[in-house]
């Protein structure tokens, strides 16, 4: 019940309507996504999102299709390409600074491999979920010589360009730079950090990582019911506590059906604010919907799923033409390496009076 008077009030107030309002810039005419999408009704988004909302943009760890991931640069030509949300993934550092990182190991996202300074630091990893890599992990580095690295462009076929230039940001960092400035639209910045692997920082006996987060968003003002922020993770457990601590809304990310089956089948589900499942989960082999939007909205949790790449089309389709399908279907917010073309496909849809 405490989950579900929530829900409704996110939806009323966290205010998905004054993060999507739109701005002379944001209002485009409709385009072929109108004549395909939902009907509207009594005004609003075109297509079936909870509430008639504009979905959200969520630069998925930056506009990191074009600039190395997880960078301030990053989360910067994100929000000018066009995003609502910027995405955070975080992990700790041996000092236990939060810091902007997908992975736990560094050797693909940054230059840590040509440091010979580090040569001796790489290792194998003692914990089973990460098998037997052979790496050079967060967990063993102080933010001082994380901070000496450079990131790196891990993708194949993406711009190198940045390489070696910019820095691992800070979680404050990253929230600093989400209060400096507006999106496009002349919004305030959303901030979507998803804590990674908290079982495994807490096997190491680091802080809990919801504390952690909670802890920062509430130096930069950003922690109380309201604030633009949505907290995700892929981890059951440390979701439903996390949800217990904060008027954030929190989002129960979900890679595949087997975990879908596994949660829905749990008695205290759902536990969640919104959720987060891989594109795959959401349409079907067959083209079609798998119902687990309409099960999610008929429980009135927002659904954002991931991720939308402009390089790695599904069945050869254009970008374009999966996105609409999927805004088509009435997912509320979509994470995507680029920003600029979820912008402008999100945008193509016009709100109906
Ligand atoms: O957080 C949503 C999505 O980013 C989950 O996948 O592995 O890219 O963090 P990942
Ligand atoms: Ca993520």
Known sequence: MIHMMKHARILAAFALAPVLALSACDTMAPGPADAAGGASAGGGWVYPSLGRERPLVIGHRGASGDVPEHTLESYQRALNDGADCIEPDLVMTKDNVLVARHDLYLSTTTNIASKPEFANRKRKTDDPDYGTRNDWWVEDFTLAEIKSLRAVQPFPGRPKVYDGLYQVPTFDEVLMLAKSRV????????????AKAPAHHAKLGKPDMGDEILAALGRHGMAGKGSRVFIQAFEPDFIKALNAKTELPVVMLIGDKAAYDAIMARPDAPFWDGLGPNTGLLIGPDGKSTGVVEASHAK????HPWTFRDDQPVNGEPIETTLRKYLALGIDGFFTDFPITGYRVRNEAQFKP
């Open 183 to 194: 999106t496009v639209a002349s919004n305030p910045v959303c901030v979507y950090p998803e």
């Open 300 to 303: 009135g949790i927002p659904v």
